[in-house]
Nanobody, 116 residues
Framework: QVQLVESGGGLVQAGGSLRLSCAAS????????MGWYRQAPGKQRELVAR???????NYVDSVKGRFTISRDNAKNTVYLQMASLKPEDTAVYYC??????????WGQGTLVTVSS
């Protein structure tokens, strides 16, 4: 069974930075796209950033230029470096991974709170 363990969330003031990490473990033969989603109170879960196995990335417009997604394939780990944080970035951030060609797994979520 594959698990994702997230870390790095917390409370930060507006304009500050945080780095989220998500490490995958278990029976992984191939790790494909990995991504970060977020869900704010009363809102639907949205894709924040995604990175393919080959390193191609895409971002939701609201975080372009502020967030950077990266991965360490040797460690099956994905990162989200968040800078210039805004109160509207407050949400539970979830890691997502597609692996072994057609399987998908979610992390438990980590709370990011940005105070004004």
């Amino acid at each position: 069974q594959v698990q994702l363990v997230e870390s790095g969330g917390g409370l930060v003031q507006a304009g500050g930075s945080l780095r989220l990490s998500c490490a995958a473990s278990g029976r992984i033969f191939s790790m494909n796209a990995m991504g970060w989603y977020r869900q704010a109170p009363g809102k639907q879960r949205e894709l924040v950033a995604r990175i393919t196995g080959g390193g191609s990335t895409n971002y939701v417009d609201s975080v372009k230029g502020r967030f950077t997604i990266s991965r360490d394939n040797a460690k099956n780990t994905v990162y989200l470096q968040m800078a210039s944080l805004k109160p509207e970035d407050t949400a539970v951030y979830y890691c997502n991974a597609n692996y072994n060609h057609y399987l998908e797994v979610w992390g438990q979520g980590t709370l990011v709170t940005v105070s004004s």
